[in-house]
């Protein structure tokens, strides 16, 4: 099979189709230029159909026993493990991926599947008291219904199955609207795992298309009760205003500008071992990426020098080659973008460490240093292989510098003193926080969100139920109640 042959359209209903908008969307490989496939964009009429396949559908996969769904997601998981070197290629095609970072999202993206089985079998109804004679209060957690699932293109498909998933265990009906950068493994690809694992027609259908196309009217329409995005804050609000106001819930997984934080007692090498995943993961396009690396002053001249020799040996060419540790960004505008980042904070008094050239869509890594406290690249998500060097003065002023920005998602601080480590954590204001340990986290288990513009509400584990089911009351009166007049 050639995914992009073959999975680059509209899957509605259990179809392929070709959309019927007015444009085309070209999807190229970000590090030769190739291009991959041409899908002609959804339309509101394709929309309409996908919501109405989804409704329709719903209705009876909701009623699905759960051990039926789990045996459609075991499935899934066998596809997936049967074609993970083609889901590796295409991922690296699409994405410009290096295959340490495709192998590392696939491996992922299966934990998350295998945990979305049980899911299936965890919602539990309630019997509850009553003031009242002979009254029983039963209440029951429900399928909300239809979920939208609006992805990113860094993880298109890791993040895309981290809603589908479950939200499908849970009886729900789902509409993935992909990254345009990446249409067919955030996409396409997830649909035919789902075709060929027996997911009954309409239960998931991708509508790959763009706001120019269809204005709001994925948020909009009447069908979705839930709004899964995970993408830039700007968007993210916008998301958020329009899903309120048409009373729709949502689960926001937004922008970051997490800091790793170095403290006096610090395994040097092993915090610089962390610091350079942390930062430069798939050229840092990584929400949780360490855009700021904070280092006491105690041990910044040994952290600086061990971490410049580092990157400088990082390389950055064909994601293909084994030897490459960074490939290409996305598109020509985010390369374009972070150059003139890096060159508007030369311009303001910044020193560069590391100052890497940028051709085509290749950036290589850069360091900062000696940044002006006003700084505007301080406080915004550099998606990107820039890493921002930033001394500090004790614990106090790194919680300080740390907490200023107007993000909140991850972060991570480095100290012999897991402790000490702990308290600083607490002191944070993110939604979540490593101890010696990566700023790239995720596990299928934990509350994953962010606290300030970094998101709202939490995915995995028990979180991803509060948020695909409702919960219903219904109530029964043994014998005769007495009322009032």
């Not at 500008?257 to 395994?267: C, M, P, R, T, Y």
Request: glycine letters at 8%; a negative charge.
């Amino acid at each position: 099979m050639s995914f992009f042959t073959d999975l680059a359209h509209q899957y509605i209903d259990g179809e392929w189709r070709t959309g019927s908008g007015s444009w085309d969307i070209i999807d190229f490989n970000p590090y030769n230029g190739e291009k991959l496939a041409a899908l002609t964009v959804a339309s509101t009429a394709e929309v309409d159909a996908a919501y109405r396949a989804a409704e329709r559908a719903q209705r009876d996969w909701g009623r699905t026993s759960p051990y039926d769904r789990r045996r459609v997601l075991e499935r899934a998981v066998a596809v997936i493990e049967e074609r993970r070197e083609e889901i590796v290629d295409a991922n690296i095609e699409e994405l410009g991926a290096t295959r340490v970072k495709a192998e590392y999202e696939v491996g992922l993206a299966l934990g998350f599947m295998r945990e979305a089985m049980w899911i299936a079998m965890r919602p539990q109804g309630e019997l509850l008291p009553s003031p009242l004679a002979g009254k029983e209060n039963r209440v029951f957690r429900l399928p909300v219904g239809v979920v939208t699932v609006i992805s990113p293109f860094n993880f298109p498909f890791l993040i895309t199955l981290k809603s589908v998933a479950p939200a499908l265990a849970l009886g729900n009906a789902v509409v993935i609207k992909p990254n345009q950068n990446t249409p067919v493994v955030g996409g396409g690809l997830i649909a035919k795992i789902f075709e060929d694992a027996g997911l009954p027609a309409g239960v998931l259908n991708v509508l790959v298309t763009d706001i120019a196309e269809i204005g709001d009217a994925l948020i909009e329409h009447p069908v979705p009760k839930v709004i899964s995005f995970a993408g830039s804050d700007r968007v993210g609000r916008q998301v958020a205003s329009i899903a309120a106001s048409h009373f729709k819930r949502f689960v926001l997984e937004l922008s970051g500008n997490s800091a790793l934080v170095v403290l006096d007692d610090a395994d040097l090498d092993y915090a610089v071992d962390a610091a350079v995943f942390s930062r430069y993961v798939f050229q840092g396009q990584v929400c949780m990426a360490a855009n700021r690396i904070l280092v006491d002053r105690a041990v910044e001249r040994e952290f600086t020098e061990k971490f410049v020799a580092r990157v400088e040996a990082l390389t950055t060419g064909d994601p293909r080659a084994p030897e490459t540790h960074l490939g290409p960004v996305i598109n020509e505008f985010q390369a374009e973008a972070l150059t003139a980042l890096v060159e508007s904070a030369l311009a303001d008094g910044a020193t560069a460490l590391v100052h890497g050239r940028t051709t085509g869509n290749l950036v290589e890594p850069s360091i900062l240093t000696g940044l002006p406290a006003d700084s505007p690249i301080l406080r915004q998500e550099l998606f990107g292989p820039v890493a921002l060097l930033i001394p500090f003065d004790g614990e106090d002023e790194a919680v300080r510098i740390t907490n200023d920005t107007p993000y909140g998602l991850s972060g991570a601080v480095f100290t012999r003193n897991v402790e000490r480590g702990v308290e600083f954590a607490h002191r944070v204001e993110t939604g979540m926080f490593h101890v010696n340990d990566s700023t790239v986290n995720d596990d299928p288990l934990v509350p994953f969100g962010g606290e300030k513009a970094s998101g709202s509400g939490r995915m995995n584990g028990g979180s991803i139920i509060e948020a695909f089911t409702t919960q219903k009351w219904i109530s029964v009166q043994h014998g005769k109640a007495e009322f009032p007049f």
